[in-house]
């Protein structure tokens, strides 16, 4: 028969691992909770690629296990076609630890919403695509678009009419919209890049004869080049139009308007 000394310390041992059982119960719920913020799923990662296949016009079904976890990325994530086939994408993390895969797209056949018909989807070469203007990184609305923000790619069929084929026409402009890693820039993702902006200081040109008389002048509109606009001369504090020559100067109308 046990003495009440040995009831009172059994008690104690097992109060005791009763606490122990629940906190690692705890922390193995903590760690589980940090896996799942700190890593991507399989369905994330393949969602991901057939959006990515989408904008390329191909659809296919990624071999790319849903059970999967992926080490999560600072930056966007980096897709290419590999060996110059869309029938294998890399897949890469861009950060200084990071991760890439090769998976396999098994592009293949469609049905045709009119007939109900197979289609065979083809697999495209790089020789036969389109060179065209993407973005690196996420870029969010309003943001400038800079040199190292954009790169040339190659597309195959692409829908839009308005995207750009030269860095140089992007670069500097504003975004109405944020931009995912890898998409295609368009002109409606763009706001207007007006030669001269409201608000702007301009030099105003008017001319009599051989005479020619330059005054300063405020911008009361926005304005593409060719464009008569108005503006204020701030000599005279008249309102007058012109027509835009350039980033600075305008030449004025004979005839003009006060306020």
């Known amino acids: 028969m046990l003495s009440q000394q040995e009831i009172t310390v059994k008690k104690y ?21 940090l896996h799942a913020d700190g890593y991507i799923s399989g369905i994330e990662l393949r969602d991901e690629l057939n959006n990515y296949l989408a904008e390329q016009g191909l659809i296919g079904r990624p071999a790319l ?8 990325c600072s930056t966007g994530l980096q897709m290419s076609p590999l060996f110059g086939s ?3 994408i ?26 109900g018909r197979q289609v065979q989807v083809p697999t495209p070469n790089l020789e ?19 040199p190292g923000d954009v790169s040339l790619e190659p597309f195959t069929a692409i829908s839009s009419k308005d995207f750009f084929t030269r860095i140089d026409d992007v670069v500097g402009r504003r975004l109405k919209r944020s931009l ?4 295609l820039v368009e002109a409606r993702h763009l706001k207007t890049n007006w030669m001269i902006e409201k ?16 005054s300063e002048g405020i911008a009361l509109d926005n304005a593409q080049w060719g464009e ?11 309102e007058v139009f012109g027509k835009v020559v350039s980033e600075k100067k305008v030449v004025i109308r004979t005839k003009t308007s006060q306020k």
């Open 65 to 72: 296990d849903k059970a999967r976890q992926f080490r999560a």
């Open 199 to 214: 608000g702007q200081p301009v030099i105003l040109e008017s001319g009599f004869g051989a005479i020619q008389v330059l």
């Open 90 to 115: 890399e897949i890469r993390c861009p950060d200084n630890d990071g991760w890439k895969i090769a998976v396999r797209t098994r592009l293949g056949t469609v049905t045709s919403p009119n007939k």
């Open 228 to 238: 008569l606009a108005r503006f204020l001369n701030t000599r005279s504090d008249k």
């Open 13 to 33: 041992f097992s109060l005791a691992a009763k606490r122990l059982f629940v906190t690692i119960g705890f922390l193995l719920f903590n760690l589980n909770g």
């Open 128 to 146: 036969d695509k389109q060179i065209a203007v993407v973005v690196n990184k996420r870029l969010t609305k309003n943001s400038i678009i800079g």
């Open 180 to 183: 995912h890693t890898r998409q």
């Open 86 to 88: 869309f029938q294998t």
